[in-house]
């Protein structure tokens, strides 16, 4: 089915995006400020081609667009509704959103209408470092391939690929910025991302329940809930902790439960719940570290950069996509890194990083002991994320795609 009957000429300054735009997923979040700034760069109006979520609770300011997506939306449906097998066929630019799926035959798209458009572009932040022939035959499908981090980029390059750039996603800064902590007699210690092997937080229980026992003030706060709860079963395979935590009839998690039986006492830890992204900036205004032990991001970690954005000092292993983030003085990196062996779902494990369960400690020891210094590398992290706009980091993408 093809879209020239789409509000008349008015497709040819449409650019599809083709994934959900939503408040609480990393991709979701990434494609609403995204097609935010393309709709104030004025270029292109942004077409959501997925079904969006959540949209509703967006802040104010954003209302009216959000409007304006959800129209653009019906019409899509209606389109697909009427395409011959569910195929959309696009008489305007599309950008695609890829993952570990891109180096499989016929590269199986995720639900979601298959779609095609006048020129096609993708996004890719895969964590499974196993290039093959299928992504050499799938990369042919897209006239720019922008990898989620530098290191994502180099990977398919020295594989071969020519048509391949690198697109940094951005941070709101005007909703993520410092804010004056409140006077409390506890020290917070934030862990976010959804709960799987990955991400780490078995690292961080490991690290903060050794923390706590000489620190009675220490308190983990999370936002670990995960729409994917397959993937938290391999959370206990680098041998930190037991089971995953049971899920609830409301769709929640038991993680306090979950921690208590890993060595983390309830008056220790906080479970935040599912937080919506634009409430993110008041649970941060509490928070005195953030830690990020991930053994791989395929991107640059948008939580982690939201949390420096808002001055917060960070802990962050030494690998892959948060190398971008890392710089002298704007963090405290776990720069011992051990390697991990290919596991199910990871075939490719080349470039991941073991963080040392007793640095992270470390660190968490330092930045305790030593206020001032913490907030000046958490000064300097929000200095760094000054040019990580997201419209700066979208007008690029645009800039590549005009050319």
Same mark, same amino acid.
């Given at each position: ?48 081609? !997925?079904? *969006?979520? $959540? ?12 409007? %304006? ?46 779609? $095609?458009? @006048? ?10 470092? @196993? ?5 050499? +035959?799938?990369?042919?499908?897209? +006239? ?86 397959? *993937? ?20 929640? !998690? ?29 649970? !941060? ?46 963090? !405290? &990196?776990?720069? $011992?890194?051990?390697?991990?062996? &290919? ?19 470390? $660190? ?8 001032? %210094? ?14 990580? *706009?997201? +419209? ?12």
């Amino acid at each position: 089915m093809n879209t020239n009957d789409m509000n008349g000429n008015a497709s040819n300054s449409w650019l599809g995006l083709n994934w959900q735009l939503s408040l609480t997923s990393g991709w979701g979040i990434a494609g609403l400020n995204m097609a935010w700034a393309m709709e104030r760069d004025g270029r292109f109006k942004p077409v959501p081609l !997925f079904p *969006s979520a $959540q949209l509703e609770s967006v802040r104010e300011e954003l209302h009216d667009f959000t409007a %304006k997506l959800h129209r653009r939306e019906e019409e899509v449906a209606k389109l697909t509704g009427e395409a011959e097998g569910g195929r959309l066929i696009c008489d305007f630019p599309v950008v695609h959103s890829l993952g570990n799926f891109f180096h499989e035959r016929g590269m199986p798209l995720p639900d979601g209408p298959e779609c $095609q458009g @006048s020129r096609n572009f993708s996004i890719i932040f895969f964590e499974d470092n @196993s290039p093959n022939e299928f992504t050499t +035959e799938n990369a042919g499908q897209f +006239e720019i391939i922008f990898g989620g981090s530098s290191w994502n980029s180099r990977v398919l390059k020295e594989h071969g690929l020519g048509n391949i750039d690198t697109f940094l996603q951005g941070v709101d800064l005007g909703l993520f910025s410092p804010r004056r902590k409140p006077d409390t007699e506890k020290f917070i210690v934030f862990s976010g991302g959804k709960l799987e092997y990955r991400k780490g937080q078995d690292i961080v229980v490991a690290a903060f329940r050794e923390f706590a026992k000489t620190h009675p003030d220490a308190i983990l706060a999370t936002t670990w809930h995960n729409p994917w709860e397959e *993937s938290m079963a391999g959370i206990g395979d680098g041998g930190m902790v037991e089971g995953v935590p049971a899920k609830n009839r409301d769709g929640t !998690f038991e993680f306090p439960e979950w921690a208590g039986a890993n060595g983390i006492s309830p008056e220790h830890f906080h479970d935040c719940g599912l937080v919506a992204n634009h409430l993110m900036p008041k649970l !941060f205004s509490q928070v005195d570290v953030a830690v990020f032990p991930n053994r791989c991001e395929g991107g640059t970690n948008l939580v982690a950069m939201e949390a420096m954005a808002s001055g917060i000092p960070c802990i962050l292993s030494a690998n892959t996509g948060h190398l971008d983030l890392i710089d002298e003085g704007n963090c !405290f &990196p776990l720069m $011992q890194q051990g390697a991990i062996m &290919p596991k199910p779902g990871y075939s490719g494990t080349k470039d991941w990083g073991e963080s040392d369960v007793a640095e992270v400690v470390e $660190q968490l020891e330092r930045i305790y002991t030593d206020r001032t %210094k913490a907030r000046r590398r958490g000064e300097q992290a929000t200095k760094f994320m000054q040019d990580w *706009s997201w +419209e700066k980091r979208t007008g690029y993408l645009l800039d590549r795609i005009v050319q």
